[in-house]
């Protein structure tokens, strides 16, 4: 089954490393989910298949989706190439690459380093044990995560409001 | 239940750190605000992975709740940059990051 | 009796306080005469109390001794002080040359001054001179009497610069104040070197505990020559004598009562007054002979070149003070006082003489400029006149009395021939010259350019003391103080006939060489050769003291104007702001360098974790 | 419970002064006024002990309260006044009324701020003058100083915000380290004693090694000489007295001042007497040479403000000079310096502050001539700044001969550096004389003169120098009483050193440092007790 594992593992790394240097949002976008779709594989293949449901469900679904909107009403799309391109010079991106590179080849060093159990055993943890934890020894952090959506919701809903401005003064005087 | 055929956990923590390092990269190198974004969600996403592949080692529940957890705040914090990201657009007609220095000192 | 001498220096100060005061009281100026009469009476009752004192009290008793205390002023371990004063007749003979020669000064300022719109503050400063003066003789501790002192050199400063809006004026005064200071400061350590070796500042005391055997000698000798610094610098002596020249800045009168009663006498009154820690100290004896004889032949010698009549005259009280050093530094106690006593007179009289030519003649001072006054103020011509023989000694004046005790003195204190009686007599010689010179150009002969509007502006106040003056000085040398109880006696001896006989020769060769200068002079106008310019100029102190510690001081003070300690802070406010810039630098607003910053910081940090 | 009573009535008229700010236009001063009379009748009732301090009262305290503040650290708060204590706080009162009558009208703006600020300083003030915990002492010693700063800040002259962050920086950075000081003396007496406490009167029997007590020892002086001010520690006094307003000057001045030397008197020397005494020399040059430079650069200026202000680091040089002489005639005559000095330059504040206030400047290039339009102003200046050249018969003149006499016993070259600094003090006071007020008129008042007569001190001000300068003959000829009401204290300090002394001398053995130096001082005759 390992090769399912590095095939993944070698999908994902490479649409990640499209997203980064895509210039069209909107096909980087698209990398990005096949992206999130590969990880949730992995997610499969290490026995949770509840992580990898909800992967595929928030994340390349409704968090994605959401940034299709946003592109969209940025109008994003086709026409910001020509000014993607002029932004991601090599003279830019050499810099950060070699950064994270270096930062890359460090958590190598140390992964390899470091003594790992013999045991290679995976545990298969199902939604019910997962939905065990979560309401009973993390029913605060339940709600405490609630109180987060709640705040986000009301936060991204005054933020995102588009005043005019000659009604924006006004209405604050008022 | 374990499983025996399941990948090691070291292959688990180098992709999870390639992803991170691939979001950290993008994130330091795009002027666009959106697609720093998605950086933003590469690198959150690559913790959760984190999480996951820990849990499954332990044979524990609580990677998979973290992950739920990770989720959560992806998805607040998604939808409040996205609202900023609108907001400063609107003031400012470019999504250029550089543009956004009035904190400089 | 007692309380009757204690009254003598209040009443000065008291007419002071009164003419302080009187704005407090009233919103006018009050009229001249009401101040002539607070300022001239209260110094005029002061000699009354002094006179009555005298022949009260001393004149039957010569070595007694009146002590007075008034109230204890500090008491700190063993430092006892108190506001007392001690009279005997050393003291007494001050008193009533400061309150008697003062009266006058004062009774001619009210003529000289009047109607200057400062009359009132002069006669405050007047009064408060004599006050201060009064203090200094009568004071029974060196620290009372140093409280004279410096009150003494307080008063000369705000004389000095009593006509405060002519600049020139202002820095006589404070050359003054900051020359003599220089000598007081040394007088204090002084003091304290006293203090520190006998424990008290009580003059009696100090004189009995140096008169035990066990006494330091070496720390008397230090002691005695700072305490000469002290006088020489109050008493214009070398090398602290360049401030009295200029301090003819002041109002005549001023210049009288600074030369003759008060002020520049004090130096000698000092040492006169501690003599037997003199006497314990050959070195300080001979330093004090050393100054007066330098000082009397530098001086007299800037005195034959001057053109200026008051400082033809300053030059000559140097010059006298100088004699009185040299007397004291003989020994000749008495004879010092006596010199001090015969000089109070004549100077004045020669000041205020010269004060009423400078009156007559709209302020004229230049003697180059005068010439044949005597027929237009025969009076004043007959007074200045007497005053010249006096100062020069000639026979049966004064002056010759106590300038040939002098003389004498200084041949028997080294068993003959030696070069400070020499010093006396060309000093005599060229006193001679000057005195006569200027008599000759301010009143032989034929009228200078100034003489023409000559007015006589004499009036009762000034011609009344100016006659007793010129009595004083031609019959002061029949009133022989009786010193002899303070400064023990001395027994006669007679030197040979023909050192008196030089001493009385001197000053009639000294008029002939004068008349011939004179003759000279009034062809040739004012001109100078290099050596009378270097004379005209003080031997060149002033240009010395200028360069050696007036500009350099000057300069140091304009270049560490802004505090170089300051700078030191500065530097460190400078750097943390350089600091500053450089750290908010890398605060730039850039979400992207913040990033980049993190990411290097994990990869610092990740190092180190890799490198263990 | 007079004391608290004071510093109560102090702190209740300043927030009273401000509140009346919204109702009564110029009742601030008023208030301020009649707070400080009060606070000076109370202050009053301790006339009794004047006459026989010994007698009355047991102990050297006449008067203290003690009350529980942190008990947990032995922290109390604890209030006493002594001879010095008592001095001070006169000095603190007098100067407090001569600064508001002397200013009664300068202020414009926020005039019930500003008396609330100048009574809280004048708080602060009293209780460093009393507070006989080292924590309380700290306390106070920090609210004397905020006020201040904005005294400074709010209402001085033109560069008036650089001065009080120079002023707070400084201060600041010399009372942290005060407070290190204190803090480790409280917890090494801890350690030894197994009692936790701040008390003056405990900590005064701590036991400390020689090295650590050195370190702190300099902890305390440091703090203190940067208020005193002494060098290389006086760069914040011109510019803090130059750009604060006059009546900031003179509090600043007078009484400020003060506490540095108050501190160095009440707590550096009694606190740690063999390390004071080692340092003695040290501290005896720094005072000399602050004397000497202070007057070279009072000579310097042109800003009168600033002169004066120079002139005060000349002036507490002596002080410090005199208070490690360690011998009674020069610590008492510290003790009266501190008074004199107090007296004349906050008269010549004031004068330049009525200067400023009539011919809007106080740039001695632009004055001269002054006498003319002014006379009764350039006379009391004279008198003030004769009385600071140290003219014998006033104050200063007390106070400075008694510190040489006494520092000429502890170290000839020292007093007679010192020395020196007479002829400095001529200097400035007469260059100050000169340029001011003699002279020819300056073209630019000649100017201003015409159009508005310049008014000449009127009567509250006249009242107010003329009392001071009474005071200041009053010192000059009749010190006695003053030294009087010190000499306990003084005395007590002294006890302290010459223990030590005698202590170090019986562990070294004979022969040593100490010993020879104690020899001195004790006989008139150095050279035979030192000659082996």
Redo the contacts between chains.
């Keep these: 089954m390992n090769y399912l594992f590095y095939l993944t593992a070698a999908i994902a790394v490479l649409s990640t490393t499209m997203v980064i240097f895509h210039r069209n949002a909107v096909h980087a976008l698209l990398y990005l989910v096949t992206s999130l779709l590969a990880v949730a594989v992995i997610f499969y293949q290490y026995g949770a298949p509840l992580a990898a449901a909800l992967e595929v469900i928030i994340y390349a679904g409704a968090i994605m989706v959401l940034i299709i909107f946003v592109i969209m009403m940025l109008n994003q799309g086709d026409s910001t190439v020509v000014q993607e391109r002029a932004w991601l010079q090599p003279s830019t991106w050499v810099g950060p690459a070699l950064l994270s590179a270096l930062l890359l080849i460090q958590l190598i060093l140390l992964v390899s380093s470091a003594p790992f159990s013999a045991v290679r055993a995976f545990h298969y943890i199902g939604p019910k044990q997962v939905g065990i934890a979560l309401f009973s020894h993390y029913v605060l952090a339940v709600e405490l995560a609630s109180m987060l959506l709640l705040a986000g919701l009301v936060g991204a809903f005054h933020l995102a409001r588009h005043r005019k401005p000659e009604t924006g003064r006004s209405g604050n005087a008022n | 239940m374990p499983i025996e055929t399941a990948p090691g956990l070291e292959a688990g923590i180098l992709l999870a750190s390639t992803l991170f390092c691939l979001g950290l990269a993008g994130l330091m190198m795009r002027r666009n605000v959106i697609f720093m974004l998605m950086c933003v969600e590469i690198c959150t996403n690559a913790a959760a992975l984190m999480f996951v592949v820990a849990g499954a080692h332990w044979g524990n529940a609580d990677g998979q709740v973290m992950f739920i957890f990770v989720v959560t705040l992806a998805a607040a914090e998604v939808a409040i940059a996205l609202a900023l990201v609108l907001q400063f657009y609107h003031r400012k007609h470019t999504v250029d990051i550089d543009q956004l220095n009035d904190l400089r000192g | 009796m007692q309380g009757l001498l204690a009254w003598v220096p209040l009443l000065p100060l008291i007419g002071f306080l009164i003419l ?1 005061g009187i ?2 009281f009233y919103r006018r100026e009050p009229p001249e005469s009401v101040i002539t009469v607070i300022g001239v009476g209260s110094v005029g009752i002061a000699a009354l109390f002094t006179a009555v004192a005298t022949a009260a009290v001393f004149w039957q008793t010569p070595s007694g001794v009146v002590n007075i205390a008034l ?9 006892k002080l108190g ?1 007392n004063f001690h009279v005997d007749w050393l003291t007494l003979v001050m008193l009533m040359i400061v309150t008697g020669v003062g009266f006058l000064i004062h009774l001619y300022s009210a003529g000289y001054m009047r109607k200057d719109p400062d009359f009132r503050r002069y006669f405050a400063y007047l009064n408060l001179f004599i006050f201060a003066m009064l203090t200094l003789v009568m004071a029974d501790n060196l ?1 009372l009497l ?2 004279g ?3 003494v050199g ?1 008063c000369s ?1 705000l004389l000095i ?1 009593f006509w ?4 020139v004026n ?2 006589a ?2 050359k003054a ?2 020359v003599t ?2 000598g ?2 040394a007088m ?2 002084g ?3 006293l ?5 008290t500042l009580n003059i009696p005391e100090l004189i009995n505990a140096a008169g035990d055997p066990g006494a ?1 000698r070496e720390i008397i000798t230090i002691a005695t020559l700072l305490l000469l610094g002290g006088a020489v610098g109050k008493s214009a002596q070398l090398p602290l004598q360049t401030w009295l020249p200029d301090a003819m800045a002041g109002p005549t009168p001023v210049s009288a009562l600074i030369h003759a009663a008060t002020m520049v006498t004090a130096g000698v009154y000092l040492i006169a007054r501690m003599h037997p820690l003199y006497t314990l100290s050959e070195t300080a004896m001979t330093a004090v002979a050393i100054v007066g004889a330098l000082t009397l032949l530098l001086a007299g010698f800037s005195a034959i070149a001057q053109s200026d009549i008051k400082r033809v005259l300053a030059y000559s009280t140097i010059s006298q003070i100088g004699y009185m050093f040299l007397a004291l530094g003989v020994g000749a106690w008495s004879g010092a006082i006596f010199h001090l006593m015969t000089h109070a007179f004549f100077k004045a009289l020669l000041f205020l003489s010269a004060g009423s030519v400078i009156l007559s003649l709209h302020h004229e001072q230049n003697i180059f400029r005068m010439g044949g006054l005597y027929r237009k103020i025969p009076f004043t011509f007959l007074c200045f006149t007497i005053g010249c023989a006096s100062l020069a000694a000639l026979p049966l004046t004064s002056g010759f009395y106590s300038k040939d005790q002098i003389l004498l003195r200084a041949w028997e204190f080294h068993q003959g021939f030696n070069s400070l009686w020499l010093a006396g007599v060309l000093g005599a010689l060229i006193t001679g010259i000057y005195t006569f010179r200027v008599l000759f150009l301010v009143f032989a002969g034929s009228e200078g350019a100034a003489s023409r509007h000559c007015k006589d502006a004499n009036t009762p106040a000034m011609t009344i003391p100016l006659a007793i003056l010129a009595i004083l000085a031609l019959l002061g040398g029949l009133l022989t103080p009786p010193l002899q109880a303070v400064f023990g006696t001395t027994a006669e001896r007679h030197p040979a006939a023909w050192v008196e006989g030089v001493a009385i020769a001197m000053p009639l060769i000294g008029l002939g060489v004068a008349w011939q200068l004179y003759r000279r002079e009034k062809k040739t106008g004012e001109q100078r050769s290099r050596v009378t310019q270097f004379w005209f100029s003080g031997w060149g102190f002033d240009w010395l003291y200028d360069h050696l510690l007036v500009r350099p001081f000057n300069m ?3 270049l ?2 802004n ?1 170089m ?2 700078a ?2 500065k530097g460190t406010a400078a750097f943390s702001r350089q600091l500053n810039t450089l750290l908010s630098a890398s605060q730039n607003g850039q979400v992207r360098w913040y990033l980049a910053t993190f990411a290097a910081g994990s990869i610092l940090f990740l190092a180190l974790l890799v490198a263990l | 419970m007079t004391l608290m009573a004071i510093i109560i009535l102090l702190f209740a008229g300043g927030i009273l002064a401000w509140l009346s700010e919204r109702y009564l236009q110029r009742g601030g001063h008023w208030i301020g006024l009649v707070s400080l009379l009060l606070a000076s009748l109370l202050l009053a009732s301790y006339w009794p002990y004047l006459g026989a301090a010994q007698v009355i009262g047991s102990g050297p305290w006449w008067d203290s309260v003690q009350i529980n503040w942190i008990p947990r650290f032995g922290i109390s708060f604890h209030l006493a006044i002594d001879g010095l204590g008592f001095l001070m706080l006169a000095l603190t009162m007098a100067m407090g009324i001569f600064g508001l009558v002397m200013t009664w009208n300068d202020i414009h703006f926020r005039r019930g701020f500003f008396y609330f600020n100048y009574l809280w300083t004048l708080a602060g003030v009293v209780g460093v003058f009393t507070a006989m915990d080292l924590f309380l002492f700290f306390f106070f010693w920090e609210v004397m100083l905020v006020p201040m700063l904005f005294l400074i800040a709010v209402w001085g002259y033109e560069q008036r915000l650089f001065a009080a962050i ?1 002023f707070f920086i400084f201060t600041q950075a010399s009372s942290l380290l005060m407070l290190i000081a204190i803090v480790a003396l409280a917890y090494l007496h801890y350690g030894n004693s197994g009692q936790l406490t701040f008390n003056y009167n405990d900590l005064l029997d701590a036991q400390l090694a020689p090295s650590t007590a050195y370190w702190l020892m300099l902890g305390f002086f440091v703090a203190f000489i940067v208020k005193l001010p002494a ?2 520690f ?2 914040w006094l ?1 510019d803090a007295h130059t750009q604060a307003p006059t009546a900031g000057s003179i509090l600043l001045a007078a009484i400020l001042l003060k506490t540095g030397a108050y501190g160095l008197l009440r707590f550096n020397l009694p606190l740690f007497p063999e390390s004071s005494a080692a340092f003695a020399p040290v501290a005896m040059s720094i005072g000399a040479v602050s004397v000497i430079y202070g007057a ?2 009072a ?3 042109s800003d009168m403000k600033r002169l004066v202000a120079y002139s005060s680091v000349s002036h507490m040089g002596f002080v410090l000079l005199g208070l490690y002489a360690l ?3 020069a610590m ?2 510290a003790v009266m310096q501190m008074i004199a000095h107090g007296l004349s330059t906050a008269a010549l504040f004031a004068l330049v502050g009525a200067l400023q206030h009539r011919l809007h400047t106080r740039d001695m290039t632009q004055l001269g ?1 002054v ?2 339009i002014l006379p ?1 102003l350039s ?1 009391i200046a004279l008198f003030f700044a ?1 009385a600071s050249l140290g ?3 006033l104050g200063n ?2 106070a400075e ?2 510190v ?2 006494g520092s ?2 502890s170290s ?1 070259w020292i ?2 550096l010192a ?2 600094g ?2 400095g003090a ?2 400035y006071a ?2 100050m004389m ?1 340029r001011g ?5 300056n073209k630019r008042l000649q100017k201003l003169s015409p159009q508005a007569p310049i008014a000449d001190l009127n009567l509250r001000e ?1 009242c107010a120098l ?1 009392s001071l300068a009474a005071l200041l003959v009053l010192l000059g ?4 009483p003053v ?1 009087d009401i010190a000499s306990p204290t003084v005395a007590r300090s002294l006890a302290h050193i010459e223990t030590a002394r005698a202590q170090y001398a019986k562990d070294q053995g004979i022969g040593t440092r100490f010993t020879s130096q104690e020899q001195t001082w004790a006989k ?2 150095p ?1 035979e007790s030192e000659s082996p």
């Design positions: 302080v704005p407090l109230w204890q002023w500090m008491q700190l371990g063993e430092l506001i620290v140093y409280l002192w410096e009150g307080l400063y610069g405060y809006k002519d600049p202002g820095t005064a404070c104040f900051i200071r220089i007081d400061t204090a350590i003091l304290f070197l203090f520190y070796e006998f424990s330091d140091l003070a304009r560490n104007h505090d300690i300051d030191l802070y | 120079k060098l290389p006086h760069p011109p070279m650069l000579f310097a200026q011998n009674t005639i008492q005559g001539g006498w003319a009764k006379a004769v003219l014998p018969g003149f007390v001969f008694t040489l006499v000429f016993r000839h007093a007679v020395a020196t007479l002829i001529a200097l007469l260059i000169q007020f003699f002279g020819a008129l006249s003329l000829l009749r010190p006695q030294f008139p005759h050279k």
